[in-house]
């Protein structure tokens, strides 16, 4: 049992990173700001859902277990929040999710 | 693996040599005072490197529990309360620039320097 | 497998440090810093320091980034010069660098027993806290009982900081219009309702860390600093009215003086109790009872004492912005 409970939480808590890992490579490489802020919020919302239901198992029944609940709690509220105050934010001031802006330019880089 | 356990330190010589630079070669102060926080961090971290016990623990001591090996807590003390008063500072200091900024319009010492040839 | 984790945390921490030196936008750096305290205090929880990891994630990458991005709103955001001469602040910087790595080869290894450090005075408190005083976490034994002078020095350049800041921003000419009123995040609804919904379990978990530090990290110093960032978190959605409303100024400067008294007041009972200063052992009748009591009273006198400051200057750099 302690065995299935380990590699059930192994592969959540690997998924977990690659969403990370994925999203942190979306953050770099995306063409322009909105689909960057698309991709960084994976990290936020997928990537620590995963990592921490894995370390929940880990947990096992005790007081971490709460403990770990209400940050997956308060992070599930406040991570897409931040990803639409930053996103508002741009908007705000300016910046539009334009189509032109959307493909790479000449030499292939990402415009800002 | 002997050199790696003086890795913390070059660390730590190399941020407080990072933050040094920031103060003597920029000539805004805003980030004068940015280089100024992160030497104070780099200090921060010589402080915490010296205080781990190979094994050891945070110095929480359990009931009941015996042969636990604890890291030092004095320098976690001096250092806790050293940022506190660190970003105190920081926002007095803070608070100075503000001032400059009112009085001469510019954070820039090169341009408060000018300013100060010829009245 | 920890070690690979700190070198990887370390290194990203020079990196961010070197970006924060270089980076034009004064907006962007002070972003970085968030992430350079963030990283500071992974590194600190991973080198066991707890209570001093709570402490940077609360002050180093909460406080201090909306103190300095109220101070930036002030004075602008743009570096204006490129570093004129860098030739020699570089030769100087690497010649120290090189010559402080090299005394580093004298140094005992990370986490070596045997370094002097370890040998003296703090086995002592290791050993005769369970003894004299009784409460689980050593760290808070020693900031309020066995060095208490020290702590309430501290205190006091908290408070005397806050009277600094006051005193340079708190004046301002004749003339100057009043500032207008700030109606907070009024058209950003989403970030207002969950911040809103967010502000009271801030402060519930700062009442928690600061009763809960003879037990666990905590203590007076983050307690403080993690309810002044969820009344700066009301300040910043509802406005500064609001937030002076709701902890007027005449308030915060009660704080920031009561805790200072408080703190001293303790050590002063201690004293015509027929004890010397800031020796908790006489409060009770039981010596460990008075430690204890003693203890309880000294934190929340740097807890009052930190949050009032921490308030007050956010509140003088917010009262400037619009002139």
Redesign the interface.
């Known amino acids: 049992m302690s065995m299935m409970i380990d590699i059930v939480s192994w592969i959540l808590l690997l998924s977990g990173g690659a969403f990370v890992f994925i999203g942190g490579i979306g953050a770099l490489r995306m063409p322009n700001f909105y689909t960057r802020v698309h991709a960084a919020s994976l990290t936020d919302s997928m990537g620590t859902i995963l990592i921490l239901a894995g370390i929940m198992l880990q947990a096992g029944w005790s007081l971490a277990l709460i403990k770990l609940l209400a940050i997956l709690v308060?992070l599930l509220?406040?991570c897409p929040?931040a990803s639409?105050?930053l996103a508002?934010a741009a908007l705000l001031s300016g910046l539009k999710p334009d189509a032109k802006t959307l493909s790479p330019d000449d030499k292939g880089r990402p415009t800002p | 693996m002997?050199l790696?356990?003086?890795?913390?330190?070059?660390?730590?010589?190399?941020?407080?040599?990072?933050?040094?630079?920031?103060v003597?070669?920029?000539?805004?102060l805003?980030?004068k005072l940015?280089?100024l926080?992160?030497f104070q961090?780099a200090v921060?971290?010589l402080y915490?490197?010296?205080?781990?016990?190979?094994?050891?623990?945070?110095?929480?001591?359990?009931?009941g529990a015996t042969d636990q090996?604890?890291?030092?807590?004095?320098?976690?003390?001096?250092?806790?309360?050293?940022?506190?008063?660190?970003?105190?500072?920081?926002?007095?200091g803070?608070?100075?620039?503000?001032?400059i900024?009112e009085a001469y319009g510019t954070?820039?010492e090169?341009?408060l320097q000018d300013q100060n040839r010829d009245p | 497998m920890i070690?690979l984790f700190?070198?990887f945390l370390?290194?990203l921490?020079?990196i961010s440090?070197?970006a924060?030196?270089r980076v034009k936008n004064?907006f962007v750096?002070?972003m970085l810093?968030g992430i350079?305290?963030l990283l500071?205090a992974s590194?600190?929880f991973i080198?066991?320091?707890?209570?001093?990891a709570l402490?940077?994630a609360a002050?180093?990458a909460g406080?201090?980034t909306i103190?300095?991005l109220s101070?930036?709103a002030?004075?602008?955001e743009h570096?204006?010069?490129a570093?004129?001469?860098?030739w020699l602040?570089?030769l100087?910087?690497?010649i120290?660098?090189t010559t402080?790595?090299y005394a580093?080869?004298d140094?005992p290894?990370?986490?070596?027993?045997e370094?002097p450090?370890?040998q003296h005075?703090?086995p002592w408190?290791?050993q005769n806290?369970?003894e004299l005083i009784d409460i689980?976490?050593?760290?808070t034994a020693?900031?309020a009982s066995f060095?208490g002078y020290?702590?309430l020095g501290?205190v006091f350049?908290?408070l005397t900081?806050?009277i600094?800041?006051l005193f340079?921003?708190g004046a301002r000419p004749e003339d100057a219009p009043k500032p207008a009123k700030q109606q907070g995040l009024r058209h950003?609804l989403?970030?207002k309702v969950?911040?809103r919904?967010?502000v009271p379990?801030i402060v519930l978990f700062g009442l928690y860390v600061q009763f809960h530090g003879d037990?666990?990290?905590g203590?007076g110093?983050q307690a403080?600093?993690i309810i002044a960032t969820g009344i700066m978190l009301y300040a910043v959605l509802e406005g500064e009215t609001a937030a002076l409303k709701a902890v007027p100024s005449s308030l915060l400067m009660a704080m920031v003086a009561g805790g200072a008294i408080l703190y001293g007041g303790v050590g002063v009972a201690a004293i015509l109790l027929g004890g010397n200063f800031l020796d908790y052992s006489v409060l009770s009748s039981n010596p460990v009872d008075g430690q204890h009591l003693g203890i309880l009273l000294v934190e929340l006198g740097v807890g009052i004492t930190?949050c009032g400051?921490?308030l007050s200057?956010f509140h003088?750099?917010a009262a400037?912005e619009h002139k």
Request: net charge neutral.
């Open positions: 308060f509220l406040t929040t639409y105050a508002n | 002997e790696l356990g003086l890795y913390n330190y070059w660390v730590f010589a190399i941020l407080l040599m990072v933050g040094f630079y920031a003597i070669a920029k000539s805004n805003i980030k940015l280089g926080s992160i961090s921060f971290l915490i490197t010296m205080d781990k016990v190979e094994g050891g623990t945070a110095p929480i001591i359990q009931k090996i604890f890291s030092n807590p004095l320098p976690q003390v001096l250092i806790l309360t050293a940022i506190v008063v660190g970003i105190s500072t920081t926002a007095l803070m608070a100075i620039i503000v001032r900024n954070i820039e090169k341009e | 070690v700190a070198i370390l290194t921490l020079v440090a070197i924060i030196v004064l750096a002070v810093m350079f305290s500071m590194t600190f080198l066991d320091a707890a209570d001093v402490t940077e002050i180093g406080v201090s103190i300095l101070a930036l002030l004075t602008g570096e204006r010069f570093t004129a001469n860098r602040p570089l100087v910087v690497t120290t660098t402080i790595i580093t080869f140094k290894r990370l986490g070596d027993p370094a450090v370890h005075v703090a408190y290791l806290t369970p689980p976490n050593v760290v020693v900031l060095r020290d702590t501290e350049v908290v900081a806050c600094g800041v340079v921003l950003h989403i970030p969950v911040g919904l967010l379990f037990f666990g990290p203590g110093f403080g600093a930190v400051a921490l200057i003088a750099f400037r």
